[in-house]
């Protein structure tokens, strides 16, 4: 039976919550969490055309609901989403928190839900896998100095270079709460230890932006960002619909010295960009 309490999971000022979760194939669990899903998103799961598909979306945010429904004090069928102009939603107050902010990010068979208190937080996670035309994607979609470093690299490097700076630059995004039409406001370079390091945004370099690299499961790159420092990051890992023993391993994040359903026709390369932003940028 799917859990849908309303017990509250506590977080802390300082704290940024980030969730793993796994897709289960399972028919009857599916048909379980459908029923936590609100009306549209009930239509828009059933606009899926593949199987597959359709499942992970029910469940991904159907364990949304029930994470979120436990920082708000409510069931997860309770949990109610207003929206932004370009999509990003956000909860309304429960008795948990007077302001909870989150974003969640699917790929493959995972997820990660980013949430914390008061300020805007975004997160990117994707499959990494090969990319013919990553070199086009990048001329559409990154800044002449990123589509440059990654011409100078090739196959495995070009690869994981590519999902290295795509998860960054979305999850900025995502924290903003704007459009892919705003990838190139941010310039990256490669550090020495080979992760993205923010070189401007919006021309500035002097920012309050908050960015880090999460650890992914294997084979997949995550990214998590703020418009605030981020003093700490607690994971936590959601089995078999609940809560299991939480990890508590803190990560802190390095403040950045340079101060986040249906497809969406983001370019004719749709079906090579990431699937988040294929899918959908937001939720």
């Not at 979609?141 to 630059?169: G, I, M, N, P, S």
């Not at 999850?171 to 550090?191: Q, Y």
């Not at 500035?204 to 995550?222: K, Q, V």
Request: glycine share 6%.
């Amino acid at each position: 039976m799917i859990e849908s309490s309303n017990k509250l999971f506590n977080l802390q000022d300082d704290e940024v919550h980030v969730w793993t979760a796994r897709f289960l194939d399972d028919e009857s669990t599916t048909n379980e969490l459908v029923g936590l899903l609100d009306q549209n998103e009930r239509a828009r799961a059933a606009r899926f055309s593949y199987r597959h598909h359709r499942m992970r979306f029910i469940h991904f945010h159907a364990i949304a609901r029930q994470i979120l429904g436990g920082y708000l004090g409510l069931s997860a069928a309770d949990v109610t989403f207003v929206h932004g102009p370009h999509g990003k939603p956000e909860t309304k107050s429960g008795r948990g928190c007077a302001d909870i902010q989150f974003n969640l990010s699917h790929s493959g068979d995972y997820c990660l839900l980013a949430v914390r208190k008061d300020h805007p937080v975004g997160i990117d996670l994707e499959e990494v896998r090969d990319l013919p035309h990553a070199l086009e994607i990048a001329a559409r979609q990154f800044t002449h100095a990123e589509a440059k470093l990654l011409a100078r690299v090739e196959d495995d490097a070009r690869r994981d270079t590519f999902f290295a700076l795509w998860t960054h630059k979305e999850a900025v995004i995502k924290a903003l709460g704007v459009s892919l039409a705003n990838l190139d406001r941010m310039t990256f370079g490669i550090d020495p230890t080979g992760h993205p390091q923010l070189i401007s945004f919006d021309g500035n370099r002097s920012s309050d932006l908050s960015l880090m690299r999460l650890d992914a499961p294997p084979g997949y790159a995550a990214a998590l960002a703020s418009l605030h420092p981020i003093p700490k990051v607690m994971r936590r890992t959601w089995i078999g619909g609940q809560d299991r023993a939480p990890t508590r391993r803190k990560e802190t994040a390095g403040r950045s010295q340079i101060a986040a359903a249906m497809s969406t026709k983001v370019s004719p390369l749709a079906s090579e960009i990431p699937q988040s932003a294929a899918d959908m940028l937001f939720f």
